[in-house]
Every structure is written in C-alpha cells, then in structure tokens.
T-cell receptor, first 114, second 114 residues
Framework: DAGVTQSPTHLIKTRGQQVTLRCSPKSGHDTVSWYQQALGQGPQFIFQYYEEEERQRGNFPDRFSGHQFPNYSSELNVNALLLGDSALYLC?????????????FGSGTQLSVL | AQSVTQLGSHVSVSEGALVLLRCNYSSSVPPYLFWYVQYPNQGLQLLLK??????LVKGINGFEAEFKKSETSFHLTKPSAHMSDAAEYFC????????????FGAGTRLFVKA
C-alpha cells in the first residue's frame, strides 16, 4: 500500500518563476492538505482540498493556489516566486469523515528560490 | 487564535535519561492534540494522539503524553532516551473551522548524547 508520494523531491527556481508541486495521497484518502516548512520552523498550513475544492486556507497570499483531481491527487502552484518561498513543502492526506484522525505525510519537496 | 506553543526549541539529554518536551495549547473547546516526529529529510509521522478516552496517552517507541486541562498542557515524555530518538518533535492541534485542519507548533529538536 503506497503512502503519500510527492514529486519532485528537489527543485531549484529563480525569482519570478512559477512552480507546480504534485502529491498523491495514501490509498483510500480523500483529503489533501499542503504545508510550508521553512528551515528550523514548524509546518505552516497553506490550504486543504476535499471533493476537488479548496475547503480551508491558511494565511498565504493568492500566489499560492492548488487543485485536486477526481482521483484525489493534488497540485500546489506558486506564482511569482520570492526568495522567501524557499522551504520544504509537505503534503498530507487524511479522511474527511474521521475528525480526529492523524495525517499521513509525504517526504516533501525541497524548493530553493535563487 | 487557537494554537500550540512548544517551550524550548532545543533539548539535550544523555542516553538513558528522561525526555520531557513541553507543549501548551490554547483552545476554547476540547482539543484534538497530537505529537509528530520528523527525522532528517523526511515527512512527519504520528507518535501519539489525544482522543479524550484517557488523559495519559501511550504512543510508539516508548513515548507517552499526559493531557492536563487545568494547565492546558500536553507534554511528551519518555523514561529513557535512546540515540535513535534524536529528531524534531512537533506538537499539533486539530481545529474544527468548517472542516478540520491541523496546526503545528514551532518544534523542539531533541539531541541525545552518548
């Protein structure tokens, strides 16, 4: 049973460019959450997708957008990259109906903006 | 805003010594609380979660945490540290804001000395 998979594992971009990160949730999971983890900090909630819609959003600008596909996989898009966007981006999956259920995390995509 | 606060960004213990990692939460309703661990270059994995069934929660790898409502705390402990416990530990709270999202503390890095 595959867990949460993310691609790519590493990415280098320059300021002003756009990037797309991808996530496949754990089999059977229908909810995908995205987090940004800067070096030495805890994961910061970006947004959550369920039934192909953004259900909740953290305190991130509109440059951060996402999508969820019918197979529950998800993409995170970041436009007009800034140096401060350099971070580890984590995807986590869960089941929407299980309120107190744990999150399953992928290993993340390390984004470096030069 | 509902959140978690982890006291101490770094904790160092000797192998075999008691591990104590502190977490305080702020919540106006009974919270769903978690501890996650992150090893280098990996995503987060669940150590344990508070489900309100018992105030003392046992997790994997010999860790446990006690929920104390009067102190709004959920500290993580392990009686005897092992070298393999060296990692980053995150306390987290799951919030119901029209759907559940998980918010993480800033993390505590645990160092284990031989």
């Amino acid at each position: 049973d595959a867990g949460v998979t993310q691609s790519p594992t590493h990415l280098i971009k320059t300021r002003g460019q756009q990037v797309t990160l991808r996530c496949s949730p754990k089999s059977g999971h229908d909810t995908v959450s995205w987090y940004q983890q800067a070096l030495g900090q805890g994961p910061q909630f970006i947004f959550q997708y369920y039934e192909e819609e953004e259900r909740q959003r953290g305190n991130f600008p509109d440059r951060f957008s996402g999508h969820q596909f019918p197979n529950y996989s998800s993409e995170l898009n970041v436009n007009a990259l800034l140096l401060g966007d350099s971070a580890l981006y984590l995807c986590a999956s869960s089941l929407a109906r299980q309120f107190n259920e744990k999150l399953f995390f992928g290993s993340g995509t390390q984004l470096s903006v030069l | 805003a509902q959140s978690v606060t982890q006291l101490g960004s770094h904790v160092s213990v000797s192998e075999g010594a008691l591990v104590l990692l502190r977490c305080n939460y702020s919540s106006s309703v009974p919270p769903y609380l978690f501890w996650y661990v992150q090893y280098p270059n990996q995503g987060l994995q669940l150590l344990l979660k508070y489900t309100s069934a018992a105030t003392l929660v046992k997790g994997i790898n010999g860790f446990e945490a006690e929920f104390k409502k009067s102190e709004t705390s959920f500290h993580l402990t392990k009686p005897s540290a092992h070298m393999s416990d060296a990692a980053e530990y995150f306390c987290a709270v799951s919030l119901n804001t029209g759907g559940f999202k998980t918010i993480f503390g800033a993390g505590t890095r645990l160092f284990v000395k031989a």
